[in-house]
């Protein structure tokens, strides 16, 4: 992640702007990609070296600070052994002494060092003569001696290099979420896609609520962790950040975050098309399962479509994030949520029925994996629960979903 | 009523039906959760409070790591008994001010062997993290935990780096009742702090040579590990437990041609200085650095600047004055300390000296510093991996080349050199450039200095 200093910011009042990278960056972007070009095969320390000057044209110092920072670590070090290996081949032109081995730079280092503290002789002549006895050049033996690590290892530049516009999105990336890294808590109105999102903060090991904001249309999340309740801290600030890419997969997004800069709390704002690099696109499915089930409903039912995670539904405080949306073509009120359940107890699901019924939803089908039952006993009576070993009947499913969408047709009628 | 770890916090779980939780210290509402939280820090706190309070606790977070046992016994010093009882009467909480080479960690080792319950030994570097897993496998047969440096082993004694703990802290702060703070002064300013307030351990010792000056970084780590309990200086400790120290200032010049070069790149600085700061008067070193990228002129002063400070990290009366001292001290071991990793390689690379830097790996590291004990290597050169609490023992000269980060950096710098042995006498040589910022700066790293030792240096 970029530091402080690297953010390029404006802070108003209470609010902090970040400067994008735009069009009117790539001519600078592109001279920086040369200059970086220029140090491919050379040291790592050399390259950093000359990044730390400035450009030979004019360039926004912190834009510039932080896509030299962004940009470098699409650049790799030569592994240490091919380095070192390199390293020592030149030194020889090529041919190691007697056909042995070349040594390694830590056992190079192991054996002249030791060498220079026993003897009371000059350096240059111990070097001289480890070079003459290894077959090796005096100046190779100097440069192969260190050869191996990493500031001294050889760059190799990312494959295809990027361009100045990539550089530009990869580079406001890194910004954004350098500046979430100093939040406590985000808010975030999210439209489609919310559930990756929800999954992947979870996974992190924060906490998910829906805002005060009932009459809102779309849901308001916040995301924090537990302890942000005492004070500002930037413990969650990783996995904040971490969630930024993603949200470019939402169809909308408006983030608002209290961050930490320049030694004050100051609010960011990012909403979608804002120009931030995305993440990988997300799975389509999260198991094999799930997808077989949506082949074969799709086989079976061409009257029917059916909606992979469609939007949350509310029930009490909390969201639930359905699986599937079975809805009829031509009578969209004839819809259903499928949820595949996985491991469970008779308790989960009479507690999980009860959230469904607290969101008074038309119709709601559980598909129950009857080896992953977690716990004895009964399953509650009354629930519309679609048992599976293996495979979701999807049949099955229809036939449900046709039965309760057409009772509840004919209780409205 | 039941209180509950929850990734470094405590829910308050079954209340009495009207008792006010939210009348405690530290307690707060989580509207998110619909029950009351509390950091970690405060379980034991809060459990009396509440058993104060008549409040029966069905359950409440303790270590859950079973207690070490079966360590070998091992002498403390008189002056670290002292520290160990002081740490003891104030409830086992608190920090042990003692200069760097007088034996924190065992202090520490002790502690940890009599206090029997698991223990958390926070370190700040990798390097630190190795040395503390060492000294203690030396005093203790079972399996330490490691967590940091790639490792992730958790064990009824268990080290962590600063960085490791702040991010598992979540998951480890119900696991242990002791917390050992090495280096102490890290906490208190706001900075990764959580990881000590997300630890339910009541008990906790932090070690430092260089405690925060009183004001609101000090009265944090009072309040996170406890009150300094004992402290002794360099002066207090200087001859019998501490080597006496000799310092030997070496005001070398820039030979002319490096003079004119550092000379026309200082003025080519100070020219775009001056520029910035006719229109921002104050302004900081960040504001100079932002401003000075937006005109040719300001460039080329960043640029002459960090040139210039190239040329007096190692001039060639530096490259003089190094050989002459590393031929004069060949039978002693030296340590020279250098900027940064580039001058590291350089030195090393010119007198034969193995450098020691945050590159090497672990191994080659212990290796190194078993032959530097050993006598087989005489010289390590370092930027900063010498720095900070890493015990190398024996040294008896100590070569500062140039410095970067100030004066706690000297004060642990000179702290490395001050182990005692018969008859030593540490003698730190400082080589600075005159008519340079390297003066003001030696001054400012000596004052610093003189005010820890007050007076024995």
């Known amino acids: 992640m970029l530091s402080e200093r690297d953010l390029p910011l404006r802070l108003i009042e209470e609010r902090a702007f970040i400067d994008f990278l735009g069009p009117q960056d790539e001519p600078w972007l592109r001279v920086l990609l040369a200059e970086m070009a220029r140090f491919e095969g050379r040291r790592r320390r050399e390259l950093a070296e000359r990044l730390a000057e400035p450009l030979p044209c004019e360039a926004p110092y912190f834009k510039r600070r932080a896509a030299t920072r962004a940009l470098l670590r699409l650049w790799r070090l030569e592994r240490a052994d091919a380095s070192a290996a390199s390293s020592?081949?030149?030194?020889?032109?090529?041919?190691?002494?007697?056909?042995a081995r070349p040594p390694r730079p830590v056992e190079l280092r192991a054996q002249l060092f030791a060498e220079a503290a026993a003897r009371d002789a000059r350096a240059a002549t111990i070097l001289?003569?480890?070079?003459?006895?290894?077959?090796?050049?005096?100046?190779?033996?100097?440069?192969?001696?260190?050869?191996?690590?990493?500031?001294?290892?050889?760059?190799?530049?990312?494959?295809?290099?990027?361009?100045?516009?990539?550089?530009?999105?990869?580079?406001n990336l890194a910004i954004a979420q350098a500046v979430l890294m100093r939040a406590s808590r985000v808010e975030l109105r999210v439209e489609g896609g919310v559930r990756p999102i929800v999954r992947l903060a979870k996974l992190r090991g924060l906490l998910c609520t829906i805002a005060e904001t009932a009459d809102a249309p779309r849901p308001v999340l916040e995301i924090s962790g537990p302890f942000s309740?005492?004070?500002?801290?930037?413990?969650?600030?990783?996995?904040?950040?971490?969630?930024?890419?993603?949200?470019a997969w939402c169809a909308r997004f408006e983030l608002r975050a209290a961050c930490t800069?320049?030694?004050?709390?100051?609010?960011?704002?990012?909403?979608?098309?804002?120009?931030?690099?995305?993440?990988?696109?997300?799975?389509?499915?999260?198991?094999?399962?799930?997808?077989?089930?949506?082949?074969?409903?799709?086989?079976?039912?061409?009257?029917?479509?059916?909606?992979?995670?469609?939007?949350?539904?509310?029930?009490?405080?909390?969201?639930?994030f359905p699986d599937f949306l079975l809805r009829h073509r031509l009578h969209p009120e004839r819809q259903a949520l499928i949820e595949i359940v996985g491991f469970w107890t008779p308790d989960y699901l009479a507690a999980k029925l009860d959230k469904l019924r607290q969101a008074e939803l038309p119709a709601c089908i559980l598909c129950v994996d009857e080896d992953r039952a977690c716990a004895a006993g009964e399953l509650p009576p009354g629930m519309p629960v679609v048992p599976f070993r293996r495979r979701v009947d999807a049949a099955e499913v229809l036939r449900q979903v046709e039965r309760l969408t057409r009772s509840a047709d004919s209780r409205a009628a | 009523m039941r209180l509950v770890f929850d990734r470094g916090t405590l829910l308050l779980a079954d209340l009495p039906a009207g008792f006010q939780a939210g009348a405690l210290r530290g307690v707060l509402w989580d509207a998110r959760v619909g029950a009351f939280r509390a950091p970690a820090r405060l379980a034991y706190a809060l459990a009396s409070e509440l058993r104060r309070r008549g409040v029966p606790i069905e359950a409440q977070p303790c270590p859950g790591l079973a207690p070490p046992s079966g360590f070998r016994p091992f002498e403390l010093r008189p002056y670290q008994e002292a520290a160990l009882t002081a740490w003891r009467q104030a409830g086992r909480?608190?920090?042990?001010?003692?200069?760097?080479?007088s034996g924190k960690t065992r202090i520490a080792l002790h502690a940890i062997a009599t206090t029997r319950t698991a223990c958390l030994c926070l370190v700040p570097t990798r390097v630190l993290l190795e040395q503390w897993t060492v000294a203690l496998a030396a005093i203790w047969d079972g399996r330490v935990g490691q967590f940091g440096d790639g490792l992730r082993v958790l064990g009824p004694i268990t080290v962590a780096t600063f960085a490791s703990a702040y991010r598992h802290m979540p998951r480890l702060g119900d696991k242990f009742g002791l917390l050992v703070v090495d280096e102490a002064h890290h906490f208190g300013q706001g900075t990764r702090d959580e990881a000590l307030e997300m630890s339910i351990a009541p008990l906790r010792l932090g070690l430092t040579a260089t405690p925060p000056a009183p004001g609101p970084a000090a009265k944090r780590l009072g309040a996170l590990i406890g009150p300094v309990v004992f402290e002794r200086t360099v002066g207090d400790l200087a001859g019998r437990y501490l080597a006496p120290l000799?310092?030997?200032?070496?005001?070398?010049?820039?030979?002319?041609?490096?003079?004119?070069?550092?000379?026309?790149?200082?003025?080519?600085?100070?020219?775009?200085?001056?520029?910035?700061?006719?229109?921002?008067?104050?302004?900081?070193?960040?504001?100079?650095?932002?401003?000075?990228?937006?005109?040719?002129?300001?460039?080329?002063?960043?640029?002459?600047?960090?040139r210039a400070r190239r040329i007096l990290a190692f001039p060639r009366r530096k490259r003089e004055a190094l050989a002459l001292l590393l031929g004069h001290h060949r039978s002693e071991r030296t340590l020279v300390f250098v900027a940064d990793n580039e001058t590291a390689?350089?030195?090393?690379?010119e007198h034969l000296i193995m450098p020691l830097t945050c590159d090497v790996g672990r191994g080659e590291r212990q290796q190194v510093l078993a032959r530097f004990q050993a006598g087989a290597l005489r010289a390590l050169v370092s930027a900063q991996v010498l720095n900070e609490?890493?015990?190398?023992?024996?040294?008896?000269?100590?070569?500062?080349?140039?410095?970067?980060?100030?004066?706690?950096?000297?004060?642990?710098?000179?702290?490395?050199?001050?182990?005692?042995?018969?008859?030593?006498?540490?003698?730190?040589?400082?080589?600075?450039?005159?008519?340079?910022?390297e003066v003001r700066q030696s001054e400012r790293r000596w004052e610093s200095f003189a005010f820890r030792a007050r007076s024995a240096a």
């Not at chain 1, 990012?270 to 399962?289: Q, T, Y």
């Not at chain 2, 909480?93 to 080479?101: A, E, K, N, S």
């Open chain 1, 88 to 99: 020592v081949e030149s030194a020889t032109d090529g041919a190691p002494a007697s056909g």
């Open chain 1, 128 to 171: 001289e003569e480890a070079a003459a006895r290894l077959g090796l050049s005096r100046d190779g033996l100097v440069d192969a001696l260190f050869a191996d690590l990493p500031g001294e290892r050889p760059v190799r530049g990312p494959d295809p290099e990027p361009t100045a516009a990539e550089a530009a999105l990869r580079t």
């Open chain 1, 229 to 247: 309740l005492f004070r500002h801290t930037l413990l969650y600030g990783r996995a904040l950040a971490e969630l930024l890419p993603h949200l």
């Open chain 1, 261 to 320: 800069l320049r030694g004050r709390l100051a609010t960011v704002a990012l909403e979608s098309g804002d120009p931030i690099f995305p993440a990988a696109p997300p799975v389509c499915f999260d198991s094999r399962l799930e997808e077989r089930f949506a082949h074969d409903m799709a086989r079976l039912a061409p009257d029917w479509d059916l909606l992979r995670e469609p939007e949350p539904v509310r029930a009490g405080g909390t969201l639930i």
């Open chain 2, 93 to 101: 909480r608190g920090q042990v001010v003692l200069p760097t080479g």
């Open chain 2, 246 to 306: 000799e310092r030997i200032t070496w005001r070398l010049s820039l030979d002319p041609d490096e003079r004119r070069e550092h000379d026309a790149l200082w003025e080519v600085y100070r020219r775009a200085r001056r520029a910035f700061e006719g229109n921002h008067l104050g302004g900081s070193w960040e504001d100079f650095l932002h401003g000075a990228a937006r005109t040719d002129e300001g460039r080329r002063g960043i640029a002459a600047w960090r």
């Open chain 2, 345 to 349: 390689y350089r030195v090393a690379r």
């Open chain 2, 389 to 437: 609490g890493l015990d190398v023992p024996d040294a008896e000269v100590g070569i500062v080349v140039a410095g970067r980060l100030g004066e706690r950096e000297h004060v642990q710098r000179v702290g490395r050199l001050l182990r005692p042995g018969a008859g030593k006498r540490a003698l730190v040589y400082e080589l600075i450039v005159e008519q340079s910022s």
